[in-house]
């Protein structure tokens, strides 16, 4: 009884501990002091003004942020609701940050296609560039100028990364009248199959449709440096995307396409297999 009496009193000492030291953080610590360094990084990184509105420990979820937001000067073009992730802690003894998953709830992304061709979004990587691994190993960042860093700092694993419930907007000003495209419920899961491939598989909706008609898959393979892929569209109607095939001489006023195809690339050969289904479609 004695014993079981000790137990109890100890668990209960731990609980207490682990309960004030939760509190602390996420009431003194994190909002005074990591949530500053959070912001300044990101923004060092991207090289843009990102805004976070809260940085929390949660027991189920891991590290949680809320209202993360990057500008491109005044205008978002990267938001997430909540972005969450545990890591394994044995993996600090390795150098290594080890997150097993991280999950996006709620992510809007703002993609421009600029009248010279260029994404606004590549303006993120800039500084990468000249850091991007050109060996099999990506996601473990084994390569040589990596492994120069190893000794001093840490190497960041992420295994699998969630998006759900999100929303992208894309504007492209190539063309001689702007396109626009909206997709929202947007779920797309990315991870690492072992031992060189990095799989995805995807699905959202758009053009008026209440279920979901994009449907998205496929794998890159490190060692082969090469990506297969499958696109699934239901219920697309062809005249909204004429500003891409008008210079043909086509026009298509009416109607619906379901449309399916098999991307493969390897060796900076590209291989696309398509198959259309017209419904009630007019060419002029």
Same mark, same amino acid.
């Given at each position: ?5 000790i ?7 731990i ?12 009431n003194?610590f ?6 500053g360094?959070?912001i300044?990084?990101?923004e ?10 809260s ?7 891991g590290?949680v ?9 005044e205008d ?12 394994w802690?044995?993996g =600090? =003894?390795?150098k290594?940050i =080890? ?7 709620? &992510?809007?992304i703002y993609?421009e296609?600029r009248?010279?061709?260029s ?7 800039v500084?990468?560039?000249? &850091?991007?691994?050109?060996d099999?190993?990506l ?10 860093k190893d000794?001093?700092g840490?190497?960041?694993e992420?295994?699998r990364?969630?998006?759900?419930d999100?929303?992208?907007k894309?504007k492209?000003?190539?063309? &001689? ?10 779920d ?7 031992p060189y491939s ?7 909706k758009s ?7 994009i449907?998205?898959n ?5 060692a ?5 892929s ?8 062809? &005249?909204?995307?004429q ?5 043909l001489?086509l026009?298509i006023?009416?109607g619906?396409v379901d449309?399916s195809?098999?991307l493969?690339m390897?060796d ?13 479609c007019?060419?002029?």
């Amino acid at each position: 009884m004695k014993r079981f009496l000790i137990i109890i009193v100890v668990l209960a000492v731990i609980i207490t501990v682990l309960f004030a030291g939760l509190v602390y953080l996420n009431n003194v610590f994190l909002p005074q002091q990591a949530q500053g360094l959070i912001i300044k990084s990101i923004e060092e990184e991207v090289n843009k003004k990102a805004s976070l509105d809260s940085v929390k420990v949660n027991i189920f979820k891991g590290v949680v942020l809320k209202g993360l937001v990057l500008y491109d000067k005044e205008d978002k073009i990267v938001s997430i609701k909540e972005a969450s992730c545990i890591f394994w802690p044995w993996g =600090i =003894i390795q150098k290594k940050i =080890i997150i097993p998953k991280v999950n996006l709830r709620s &992510a809007f992304i703002y993609l421009e296609r600029r009248g010279d061709g260029s994404f606004n979004l590549a303006d993120l990587l800039v500084k990468k560039e000249e &850091a991007l691994p050109q060996d099999k190993s990506l996601l473990s960042g084994k390569t040589p100028e990596r492994e120069k860093k190893d000794k001093r700092g840490f190497v960041l694993e992420v295994y699998r990364v969630n998006i759900t419930d999100s929303s992208l907007k894309f504007k492209d000003f190539s063309l &001689a009248e702007p396109f626009n495209l909206d997709l929202s419920n947007i779920d797309l899961g990315i991870y690492l199959a072992l031992p060189y491939s990095l799989r995805f598989k995807g699905s959202a909706k758009s053009f008026g449709n209440s279920h979901p008609n994009i449907y998205l898959n496929g794998e890159f393979n490190f060692a082969q440096s090469e990506l297969k892929s499958n696109l699934i569209l239901k219920s697309i109607s062809p &005249a909204y995307f004429q500003g891409y095939y008008r210079f043909l001489g086509l026009s298509i006023k009416e109607g619906l396409v379901d449309f399916s195809s098999s991307l493969t690339m390897k060796d900076s050969l590209l291989d696309i297999n398509c198959k259309a289904k017209a419904n009630n479609c007019l060419l002029y």
